[in-house]
């Protein structure tokens, strides 16, 4: 069965970088977009990032120049690289498989991994 599974989330202080990977199964996710949502707390989720099937990346404006979203078709896996991290970036973070022109709202999401960002 289609799963995404995230990992990479933890607390780290402002100004350092995580590296969140989502690894898919049950689909090759090549063929599909990939992106990442993220849900602080009382707030709604929100994309953050996707990268389409055919190449090419799609960032919201908060993270661009920060956040740096790739594939690994090999490994059948999404990282989502985030740099100058800020407290604002605090949430727990979702990869979620879309259509390949990251258009529609996602079918299938991971459990989440949460990224604090705290000194």
């Known amino acids: 069965q289609v799963q995404l599974v995230e990992s990479g989330g933890g607390l780290v202080q402002p100004g350092g970088s995580l590296r969140l990977s989502c690894a898919a199964s049950?689909?090759?996710?090549?063929?599909?977009?990939i992106a990442w949502f993220r849900q602080a707390p009382g707030k709604e989720r929100e994309r953050v990032s996707c990268t389409p099937s055919g190449g090419g990346t799609l960032y919201e404006d908060s993270v661009k120049g920060r956040f740096t979203i790739s594939r690994d078709n090999i490994k059948n896996t999404v990282y989502l690289q985030m740099n100058s991290l800020k407290p604002e970036d605090s949430a727990v973070y979702y990869c979620?498989?879309?259509?390949?022109?990251?258009?529609?709202?996602?079918?299938?999401w991971g459990q989440g991994t949460r990224v604090t960002v705290s000194s």
């Open positions: 979620a498989r879309t259509n390949a022109y990251c258009s529609h709202q996602p079918d299938y």
């Open positions: 049950g689909f090759t996710a090549v063929y599909y977009g």
